[in-house]
């Protein structure tokens, strides 16, 4: 199935496209950024015809190129909704970037837009097809740890000094709050597959330093706890301004599991301890082949109309969490949810 890939970044270009050389069913059959350079040099290295290169200002002729069924948006967030709504406007398929959109409102536009053409979204949520997450799912889907009862997800690097001009991550139109909606979606992703529920109740933090340039407009900080109808209570914590931090740990009442790193890109680590057990290392697979498994998985979705793992409803679910977080850390009080991450009041 051909890809056109939009936008040509640091995560496009150093993570996403090698790894389609490991996909079964995918590749990249056309490429949308507006350098021309970039258009140029990276065409050439992965062979997309001259006819395959597309600027923003061209793209609306993609509708037209039959090699593209579907294009992944690799764009900064706070573009995301526009740009799914053209791709569905063209008639293709959609893989989106995390987070979905910066507002459950922007999430809801998608997936209408996707149910007027007729095509699939599906949020690229990279997680549920890396071994060491997978395995951690279905062992809490079997109990090993017992009754879970508290998870600790922390997301973290320091940023260099930068500022919102030279870093789309620090510009809130483009980013959102920060490190939540960039890192600390993964801690809140893995505090919901691990429980296989969503929370009841949220409370939170943030924090904005005066006078460091990296953060005039986001925070540097995000801390929350959500409490799960089951009892179970995860702490989550990310920053852009802390000592790196990739880990997730679920404790049971029989077990501890700890990931470390948990949900980078390589390096996957996993220890399980159970009651009356010594304490073992696990390696169920390569975590590198969780990128062209998201790839492979949405295209047979699409050709074999298969169910998607991570649709659009599940990126506005944590969208909407995200704004409940935000909405707690505003008031400084509690926030009670719906079962559909909704907030009560």
Same mark, same amino acid.
């Given at each position: 199935?051909?890809?056109?890939?939009?936008?040509?970044?640091?995560?496009?270009? @150093?993570?996403? /496209?090698?790894?389609?050389? #490991?996909?079964?069913?995918?590749?990249?059959? $056309?490429?949308?950024?507006?350098?021309?350079?970039?258009?140029?040099?990276?065409? %050439?290295?992965?062979?997309?015809?001259?006819?395959?290169?597309? +600027?923003?200002?061209?793209?609306?002729?993609?509708?037209?190129?039959?090699?593209?069924?579907?294009?992944?948006?690799? #764009?900064?967030?706070? #573009?995301?909704?526009?740009?799914?709504?053209?791709?569905?406007?063209?008639?293709?398929?959609?893989?989106? !970037?995390?987070? /979905?959109? #910066?507002?459950? =409102?922007?999430?809801?536009?998608?997936?209408?837009?996707?149910?007027?053409?007729?095509?699939?979204? /599906?949020?690229?949520?990279?997680?549920?097809? =890396?071994?060491?997450?997978?395995?951690?799912?279905?062992?809490?889907?079997?109990? $090993?740890?017992?009754?879970?009862?508290?998870?600790?997800? %922390?997301?973290?690097?320091?940023?260099?000094?930068?500022?919102?001009?030279?870093?789309?991550?620090? %510009?809130?139109?483009?980013?959102?709050?920060?490190?939540?909606? %960039?890192?600390?979606?993964?801690?809140?992703?893995?505090?919901?597959?691990?429980?296989? !529920?969503?929370?009841?109740?949220?409370?939170?933090?943030?924090?904005?330093?005066?006078?460091?340039?990296? &953060?005039?407009?986001? &925070?540097?900080?995000?801390?929350?706890?959500?409490?799960?109808?089951?009892?179970?209570?995860?702490?989550?914590?990310?920053?852009?301004?802390?000592?790196?931090?990739?880990?997730?740990?679920?404790?049971? $009442?029989?077990?501890?599991? +700890?990931?470390?790193?948990?949900?980078?890109?390589?390096?996957?680590?996993?220890?399980?301890?159970?009651? *009356?057990?010594?304490?073992?290392?696990?390696?169920?697979?390569?975590?590198?082949?969780?990128?062209?498994?998201?790839?492979?998985?949405?295209?047979?979705?699409?050709?074999? *109309?298969?169910?998607?793992?991570?649709?659009?409803?599940? *990126?506005?679910?944590?969208?909407?969490?995200?704004?409940?977080?935000?909405?707690?850390?505003? +008031?400084?009080?509690?926030?009670?949810? @719906?079962?559909?991450?909704?907030?009560?009041?």
């Amino acid at each position: 199935m051909g890809f056109a890939i939009i936008g040509l970044g640091g995560y496009a270009l @150093n993570q996403m /496209m090698p790894r389609f050389a #490991l996909a079964q069913r995918s590749h990249i059959a $056309a490429i949308v950024s507006g350098n021309p350079e970039k258009l140029k040099q990276v065409g %050439d290295a992965y062979g997309v015809p001259p006819d395959a290169r597309y +600027t923003y200002d061209s793209f609306d002729a993609i509708a037209d190129d039959k090699r593209v069924e579907a294009v992944y948006i690799v #764009l900064p967030s706070g #573009l995301h909704a526009a740009w799914t709504e053209k791709a569905f406007a063209a008639g293709k398929h959609v893989l989106c !970037e995390k987070p /979905m959109a #910066l507002s459950s =409102e922007e999430c809801a536009r998608m997936i209408a837009a996707a149910e007027r053409a007729k095509r699939k979204l /599906m949020i690229a949520y990279r997680s549920y097809f =890396e071994p060491h997450n997978r395995l951690a799912m279905a062992l809490m889907a079997q109990k $090993a740890l017992g009754p879970l009862r508290l998870l600790r997800a %922390d997301h973290s690097y320091r940023m260099g000094p930068v500022t919102p001009a030279q870093n789309w991550r620090l %510009d809130r139109a483009l980013a959102g709050g920060g490190p939540l909606e %960039d890192l600390g979606i993964y801690g809140l992703q893995a505090a919901l597959y691990l429980t296989q !529920e969503v929370p009841e109740l949220i409370t939170a933090s943030t924090y904005q330093p005066e006078g460091d340039a990296r &953060f005039t407009q986001i &925070f540097a900080h995000v801390g929350a706890q959500l409490r799960f109808p089951s009892g179970a209570v995860a702490q989550l914590s990310t920053s852009y301004d802390a000592a790196g931090a990739n880990t997730v740990s679920a404790r049971g $009442a029989t077990g501890v599991l +700890t990931m470390d790193p948990a949900t980078s890109y390589s390096g996957q680590k996993m220890r399980l301890e159970q009651a *009356g057990q010594a304490g073992r290392d696990l390696t169920p697979g390569d975590p590198d082949v969780q990128f062209a498994g998201q790839l492979d998985h949405f295209a047979d979705a699409i050709r074999d *109309g298969g169910q998607i793992k991570t649709p659009g409803q599940m *990126g506005l679910r944590d969208v909407r969490l995200m704004e409940a977080i935000y909405a707690s850390a505003r +008031t400084g009080r509690y926030v009670r949810l @719906n079962p559909d991450g909704t907030m009560l009041d």
